[in-house]
T-cell receptor
């Protein structure tokens, strides 16, 4: 029962271009969404988050968009850099201080 | 001075054995977690402890027993290992009121033969 879905396993983009990573969810109780980034042989690290009361949150080159009616969020990275090459996990939680439910991740490759 | 550390990083063992994975955090957090990332790459929570008390226990076989001697440590003991236990196990920690921002260890790669 995948409540958080990242249907594309991988994405390859050219350096300097925009990377768009998508995530869908099924649980309407989710009200907080996060993106984590993971390099090989390391644990995931928190990247950016968004509350359901917002539809956009921006932090430098990273912007997360939330479409509640579509139960869809996306992470935009612009401009993409080779150092952004990693696995990106989408995660969600229902209520304050509740557990995180993760997607299975998408591997981003940024070509120099 | 790693924030969340796990030992060992790699663990290869035979079916039926008992093994432990240790986790320590030096961030002063009061909540710690164990996650399992299986072959399908999903990262699923197994347990969560707050100030040494179990607060989340997902549907995990009884062969898995977490132990928290203090709030900086959360160890995972696995009895009678099975092939399906092969996975990467991640420890994480957070403040109780900042569950959304978790700090992960590097993972322990367990292979059961």
């Amino acid at each position: 029962d995948q409540q958080v879905k990242q249907n594309s396993p991988s994405l390859s983009v050219q350096e300097g271009r925009i990377s768009i990573l998508n995530c869908d969810y099924t649980n309407s109780m989710f009200d907080y969404f996060l993106w984590y980034k993971k390099y090989p042989a390391e644990g995931p690290t928190f990247l950016i988050s968004i509350s359901s009361i917002k539809d956009k949150n921006e932090d430098g080159r990273f912007t997360v968009f939330l479409n509640k009616s579509a139960k869809h969020l996306s992470l935009h990275i612009v401009p993409s850099q080779p150092g952004d090459s990693a696995v990106y996990f989408c995660a969600a939680s229902a209520g304050a201080n509740s557990k995180l439910t993760f997607g299975k991740g998408i591997t981003l490759s940024v070509r120099p | 001075d790693t924030a969340v550390s796990q030992t060992p990083k790699y663990l290869v063992t035979q079916m039926g054995n008992d093994k432990s994975i240790k986790c320590e955090q030096n961030l002063g957090h009061d909540t710690m977690y164990w996650y399992k990332q299986d072959s399908k790459k999903f990262l699923k929570i197994m347990f969560s402890y707050n100030n040494k008390e179990l607060i989340i226990n997902e549907t995990v076989p009884n062969r898995f027993s977490p132990k928290s001697p203090d709030k900086a440590h959360l160890n995972l003991h696995i009895n009678s290992l099975e092939l399906g236990d092969s996975a990467v196990y991640f420890c994480a920690s957070s403040q109780a009121d900042r569950v959304e921002t978790q700090y992960f260890g590097p993972g322990t790669r367990l292979l059961v033969l």
